[in-house]
């Protein structure tokens, strides 16, 4: 077994310098490549080629080495023969090159007698010295700080890991190519934001210096986007960055993104079918298949996904009438008086609020394969449209998979007296303590008395989704680099 000793920061500084000593440059700007390490096993026998990656694997036989060099996205094996390299070139490389050096080769394609590819050297070049070794390769990253502040080690030496970031890429140019084939077009609407708009969040808070203003960090681009809809626009859409200062959980993060789009002449109904339809599409293109085992739990995206009524699936899985308790005095009190949620904590939740909090504990996680939660009430859905036969209700639905809320949608509500008062009574909850309620959008609001076209609006957590299709149990494993204290 190695000595631990033997691989010190100064070992290794004194072994970059044997480098150097041999003529190499130290840390060069360059390295012409003409191929990636994923072609070697596309290349024909024989064919020369130059590649550049790191060191992941040394396995030394006498005057033969075998060497795996990689990246994030693939691994490639090279052969280092001592009676094909120039003089002291092998024992250059076995003496002073470790685990996570980088070095570009060129030689050629050549198939062992166990039937690997491999690139035969005939130059190496030292291009990057690691410093520090990297995390065993059988065992990985220990620590749980470190995993987090450290992800690159995770992705430079773990498939698995560097699966993920790659999936999170294929995800959103799944989706943004799906979009554009239906004729979205994407809009960028402001990060930085006078004052919360979009969804029911609490909001992180900052001050904009040159203005000398205090604003928020967006919670959700959709009076934004519903701008554009105003300026003529009938499809928008757009994967933002949104900031929500709540609390963190296995599907929740402070920070995230958010796939929102926005339709003209589109109801919810519209949304129901386009969503099914384009997110069947999407896992197979990411995944491949359209069954995946996400926490040792089989979801099943085939066939034609159900809806369940909001009030319903309360009073299936409650045993509590929403709509008998139209108060909140009153629903409050019964939610009390059967112990089916703090009363510290919903203290000072408004109607829709706590209807939702009901939801979430008492409905939501029974709800494994993908399924249409519909009929919301109107408290729960300030920007939503009301529906036409119930006006306790508006025109919305939740696509809830593995008991989590990963997409949200609506038809909008374009009629700015109506949607003026609905500020209204968000304002008032959050006077009375509400943190997630809205306050009223003076900005939106004369934009919506221009006109507004009948529309449909849509968003979906990346991360949330992202997850259910890595079998990542916890949000934050989708995310490359997340806050940490």
Same mark, same amino acid.
């Given at each position: 077994?190695?000595?631990?000793?033997?691989?010190?920061?100064?070992?290794?500084?004194?072994?970059?310098?044997?480098?150097?000593?041999?003529?190499?440059?130290?840390?060069?700007?360059?390295?012409?490549?003409?191929?990636?390490?994923?072609?070697?096993?596309?290349?024909?026998?024989?064919?020369?080629?130059?590649?550049?990656?790191?060191?992941?694997?040394?396995?030394?036989?006498?005057?033969?080495?075998?060497?795996?060099?990689?990246?994030?996205? /693939?691994?490639?094996?090279?052969?280092?023969?001592?009676?094909?390299?120039?003089?002291?070139?092998?024992?250059?490389?076995?003496?002073?090159?470790?685990?996570?050096?980088?070095?570009?080769?060129?030689?050629?394609?050549?198939?062992?007698?166990?039937?690997?590819?491999?690139?035969?050297?005939?130059?190496?070049?030292?291009?990057?010295?690691?410093?520090?070794?990297?995390?065993?390769?059988? %065992?990985? +990253?220990?620590?749980? &700080?470190?995993?987090?502040?450290?992800?690159?080690?995770?992705?430079?030496?773990?498939?698995?890991?560097?699966?993920?970031?790659?999936?999170?890429?294929?995800?959103?140019?799944?989706?943004?190519?799906?979009?554009? &084939?239906?004729?979205?077009?994407?809009? @960028?609407?402001?990060?930085?934001?006078?004052?919360?708009?979009?969804?029911?969040?609490?909001?992180?808070?900052? %001050?904009?210096?040159?203005?000398?203003?205090? $604003?928020?960090?967006?919670?959700?681009?959709?009076?934004?986007?519903?701008?554009?809809?105003?300026?003529?626009?009938?499809?928008?859409?757009?994967?933002?960055?949104?900031?929500?200062?709540?609390?963190?959980?296995?599907?929740?993060?402070?920070?995230? %993104?958010?796939?929102?789009?926005?339709?003209?002449?589109?109801?919810?109904?519209?949304?129901?079918?386009?969503?099914?339809?384009?997110?069947?599409?999407?896992?197979? $293109?990411?995944?491949?298949?359209?069954?995946?085992?996400?926490?040792?739990?089989?979801?099943?995206?085939?066939?034609?996904?159900?809806?369940?009524?909001?009030?319903?699936?309360?009073?299936?899985?409650?045993?509590? @009438?929403?709509?008998?308790?139209?108060?909140?005095?009153?629903?409050?009190?019964?939610?009390?008086?059967?112990?089916?949620?703090?009363?510290?904590?919903?203290?000072?939740?408004?109607?829709?609020?706590?209807?939702?909090?009901?939801?979430?504990?008492?409905?939501?996680?029974?709800?494994?394969?993908?399924?249409?939660?519909?009929?919301?009430?109107?408290?729960?859905?300030?920007?939503?449209?009301?529906?036409?036969?119930?006006?306790?209700?508006?025109?919305?639905?939740?696509?809830? +998979? /593995?008991?989590?809320?990963?997409?949200?949608?609506?038809?909008?509500?374009?009629?700015?007296?109506?949607?003026?008062?609905?500020?209204?009574?968000?304002?008032?909850?959050?006077?009375?303590?509400?943190?997630?309620?809205?306050?009223?959008?003076?900005?939106?609001?004369?934009?919506?008395?221009?006109?507004?076209?009948?529309?449909?609006?849509?968003?979906?957590?990346?991360?949330?989704?992202?997850?259910?299709?890595?079998?990542?149990?916890?949000?934050?494993?989708?995310?490359?680099?997340?806050?940490?204290?």
């Amino acid at each position: 077994m190695k000595n631990p000793t033997e691989d010190t920061t100064e070992v290794r500084i004194n072994k970059m310098q044997n480098l150097l000593n041999s003529g190499l440059t130290a840390y060069p700007d360059r390295y012409e490549c003409t191929h990636t390490i994923g072609q070697i096993k596309e290349l024909e026998e024989g064919t020369t080629a130059s590649m550049a990656g790191r060191v992941l694997s040394i396995r030394r036989f006498g005057k033969l080495m075998f060497v795996t060099i990689g990246n994030a996205m /693939n691994r490639g094996q090279i052969s280092l023969k001592k009676n094909e390299l120039a003089e002291d070139s092998f024992t250059l490389f076995m003496n002073s090159i470790d685990l996570g050096d980088f070095i570009g080769v060129h030689g050629q394609r050549y198939t062992t007698q166990k039937g690997e590819p491999t690139l035969g050297v005939q130059h190496w070049t030292f291009l990057s010295k690691s410093l520090r070794p990297l995390p065993d390769k059988y %065992h990985g +990253i220990k620590d749980s &700080e470190a995993k987090l502040k450290q992800r690159y080690l995770s992705t430079c030496t773990d498939n698995k890991v560097a699966d993920i970031y790659i999936k999170r890429a294929k995800l959103k140019q799944v989706l943004r190519a799906f979009l554009e &084939e239906h004729s979205f077009i994407e809009v @960028d609407t402001p990060a930085i934001q006078i004052q919360k708009s979009g969804a029911l969040a609490r909001s992180f808070k900052t %001050h904009h210096n040159a203005l000398d203003i205090d $604003a928020e960090l967006r919670i959700a681009p959709e009076t934004y986007l519903k701008r554009a809809l105003v300026g003529g626009f009938d499809r928008v859409y757009e994967i933002a960055t949104c900031f929500r200062n709540e609390g963190m959980s296995l599907a929740h993060w402070p920070e995230f %993104h958010m796939l929102e789009f926005y339709a003209a002449y589109w109801n919810f109904e519209d949304l129901i079918t386009f969503t099914e339809t384009m997110l069947k599409h999407v896992i197979k $293109a990411v995944v491949g298949n359209s069954l995946i085992n996400y926490q040792e739990q089989d979801i099943d995206f085939s066939g034609d996904w159900p809806r369940l009524s909001f009030r319903e699936l309360l009073l299936e899985k409650a045993e509590l @009438d929403i709509n008998a308790f139209p108060t909140i005095e009153g629903l409050r009190a019964e939610i009390i008086s059967r112990n089916l949620l703090d009363a510290k904590t919903i203290a000072n939740l408004g109607r829709g609020s706590l209807i939702d909090e009901l939801y979430k504990k008492t409905a939501r996680p029974s709800i494994i394969n993908p399924t249409f939660l519909v009929g919301h009430p109107i408290e729960l859905s300030p920007l939503a449209r009301t529906n036409d036969t119930d006006d306790s209700i508006v025109d919305r639905f939740q696509l809830v +998979i /593995n008991g989590w809320e990963v997409v949200n949608a609506y038809s909008e509500l374009a009629d700015p007296i109506e949607q003026r008062k609905r500020f209204e009574i968000q304002a008032a909850a959050a006077q009375d303590g509400d943190e997630n309620a809205l306050e009223i959008d003076e900005d939106f609001l004369l934009a919506l008395e221009h006109g507004m076209p009948p529309a449909a609006g849509w968003g979906m957590g990346i991360e949330r989704m992202l997850a259910l299709l890595t079998d990542s149990p916890n949000i934050k494993d989708t995310i490359m680099f997340p806050i940490h204290r």
